[in-house]
């Protein structure tokens, strides 16, 4: 049986994020909201880089299985 990491593994794709200012607080923490952008940068570039699809032109749908997850380390 093929397990959540496997699928993940399958589906592999990472894109470099420049930070900006305005994404972290005086303290050099990323803000939690910036992480949904972030995560949306990397679907668009995913879904045209190697989809090789346009989302905003196209008819076609496309279905994202999200699981996203954030552990604090104190």
Known sequence: ????????????????IQIRFNDVDRYGHV???SYFAYYDLGKEEYLRNVLK??????AEVCV???????????
Do not use: G
Request: hydrophobic residues 20%.
């Open 64 to 74: 994202f299985r999200l699981k996203q997850t954030i552990t604090v380390l104190h």
């Open 31 to 33: 803000n939690n909201n």
């Open 53 to 58: 699809m346009d989302y905003r032109n196209s």
């Open 1 to 16: 049986k093929e397990t959540e990491e496997n699928q993940a593994e399958q589906y592999y794709h990472s894109l470099p």
